[in-house]
């Protein structure tokens, strides 16, 4: 593929734009943050590689299609056993990161304890509510993105968010404003 | 002072996110990866371009030495 400034220009865009969902979508999947990372890229690279049919389509239909080749990819990586065998590892250093990365300084460790919480909580939904939880909050999807990008309607999404929601509060013996 | 542990769940899931988003230096790193770089030309390619062409026309027009001295 010859490349162009423009050619690198559409893809930073289109990148730029949908980057944050599909890590978002891809660390509610396989857990493992380097796995997910290697998956984003595979995903994009892929886009890359028909930047010029992807490249023009508006963002609604660009979003369907990433997030097909994401959802391929997540099989894929299941099928071959990688992404298990990381959501396993996560989990077993799940509690020493946290213990390291979040709680800190003293001032901070009762909340660093109610994110352990939260966080073995969250690992305890059910996949499909993991994946719509991790889009909405670290990838910044509203349930309508959500829905198209996972080709469900943004009720199953607001549906599902609203199970998870109640699942972690009621863990988490919070009240649940949602 | 409120405490932490009275976060509610929504502040507590926007404390939970933070870190996980993708880190733009990571990013970037991700971009690159793919995008081959792509050659830049410099701001005086162009003149720069019309000085040798220009000399090239000057030099391939000119009168040779030798049929100068035969004129004299």
């Known amino acids: 593929m010859t490349t162009s400034r423009d050619d690198a220009t559409v893809f930073t865009r289109l990148f730029d734009q949908h980057r944050h969902a599909v ?23 892929r886009a890359w590689r028909r930047l010029p049919e992807v490249g023009p389509l508006p963002d609604e239909r660009q979003r369907a299609w990433i997030f097909t080749v994401a959802r391929n990819l997540a099989i894929d990586s299941y099928r071959a056993g990688a992404a298990r065998q990381a959501a396993e590892a996560a989990l077993r250093r799940d509690a020493a990161t946290l213990e390291t990365t979040v ?13 352990a919480q939260l966080d073995a909580a969250i690992r305890d939904l059910p996949e499909e509510q993991r994946v719509i939880l991790s ?20 009720g199953t999404v607001r549906y599902r968010l609203s199970q998870a929601r109640k699942q972690l509060a009621a863990a988490l013996d919070l009240e649940d404003g949602a | 002072m409120t405490s932490p542990a009275r976060h509610d769940l929504d502040q507590l899931l926007a404390a939970w996110a933070q870190p996980r988003r993708l880190p733009d230096a ?22 720069e371009f019309n000085s040798k062409i220009s000399t ?17």
């Open chain 1, 135 to 154: 889009m909405a909050t670290a990838g910044g999807l509203t349930s309508r993105q959500i829905g198209q990008a996972l080709g469900e309607p943004a």
């Open chain 1, 23 to 45: 890590h978002a979508y891809f660390l509610g999947r396989v857990a493992d943050p380097e796995l997910a990372r290697d998956l984003v890229q595979e995903t994009f690279l």
């Open chain 1, 103 to 115: 709680a800190g300084p003293h001032a901070h460790a009762e909340l660093g304890e109610r994110l």
């Open chain 2, 26 to 47: 990571e990013a970037e790193r991700i971009r690159q990866a793919i995008v081959p770089v792509v050659p830049t030309l410099e701001a005086t390619w162009w003149s």
């Open chain 2, 56 to 72: 090239a026309i000057a030099r391939a027009t000119a009168t040779p030495v030798p049929a100068l001295a035969a004129l004299q």
